[in-house]
């Protein structure tokens, strides 16, 4: 198995547990919770600021000292509803409790700090589309640059159908030389409805120094250092997933291959 393709530890509790340490870079970190009903998950970040995200069913949030009650709409990530999302400052600690099953995505990443702890979703958060034709995907703009709402954490939902592509053309974001590239390490928490299923996701630069690919499963985590990361939903396989992403800069500048050029993004 690639190294950068991280399968679930288990099917309950913290499943993915992806420290920039255990990644073999700097700044994206990312943990995954898979709770039953009554189950309870709590961390404290250090100088690392989080954005909690309800990937599916319901839970009662807590961050920075704030209750914010139960939080949480869709019981299927497939439900295409705007996520709730919870944006924890660095210094401070979170904690869930789950009313039903429910999946919780963990985002973090290094941060000043200075910001409230607050909701970032559902409110503000639309389904927007993007691409034509078999290239169409359907995204949630969670926390991207648009929206000021954390100081290091770049988060987004994509949505795409089966028989698509999506993160495409190829592209990448692994310089920083802003403003026309910036560095930004990635992940990919992949879904796939039917769960079954499976989706394709390669990652590769130019040089072939780097070229990996996968074929991912429900709740699997692929990493992205370097290089371009096209994905692919196979036919009647739908793939949902999160992406993660942070580095020097809070801004998401990115080169498309240079082959793809004749491909609008």
């Given at each position: 198995m690639t190294e950068l393709l991280r399968k679930p530890e288990g099917t309950r509790g913290l499943i993915h547990a992806i420290t920039p340490e255990a990644a073999g870079w700097r700044?994206?970190?990312f943990d995954l919770w898979r709770l039953g009903a009554g189950d309870a998950a709590q961390a404290a970040m250090g100088d690392r600021?989080?954005?909690?995200?309800?990937?599916?069913?319901?839970?009662?949030?807590?961050?920075?000292?704030?209750?914010?009650?139960?939080?949480?709409?869709?019981?299927?990530?497939?439900?295409?509803?705007?996520?709730?999302?919870?944006?924890?400052?660095?210094?401070?600690?979170?904690?869930?409790?789950?009313?039903?099953?429910c999946t919780l995505a963990v985002c973090s990443a290094p941060a000043q700090g200075g910001r409230p702890a607050q909701r970032l979703g559902p409110d503000g958060i639309d389904l927007e589309e993007r691409g034509t034709g078999t290239n169409t995907r359907y995204i949630h703009n969670i926390a991207m640059e648009g929206r000021d709402v954390a100081d290091s954490l770049l988060v987004t939902e994509v949505f795409t159908p089966a028989g698509h592509w999506s993160s495409y053309p190829p592209h990448r974001h692994d310089e920083d030389d802003f403003p026309n590239i910036t560095y930004l390490e990635e992940t990919y928490y992949h879904r796939l409805d039917p769960a079954q299923g499976f989706g394709v996701q390669r990652v590769f630069t130019e040089d072939g120094s780097l070229d990996e690919t996968m074929a991912v499963a429900d709740h699997d985590v692929v990493l992205v250092p370097r290089g371009h990361h096209p994905c692919a939903a196979p036919h009647g396989i739908q793939m949902y997933y999160l992406n993660v992403m942070a580095g020097p800069r809070r801004n998401w500048r990115f080169r498309q291959h240079p082959d793809y050029g004749f491909l609008a993004t």
């Open positions: 700044y994206v970190g600021e989080v954005i909690v995200v309800l990937i599916e069913g319901r839970a009662r949030l807590s961050a920075g000292g704030q209750d914010f009650g139960l939080m949480g709409d869709r019981l299927s990530v497939f439900d295409k509803r705007p996520p709730h999302c919870l944006y924890v400052p660095p210094g401070t600690g979170w904690r869930a409790l789950a009313e039903t099953g």
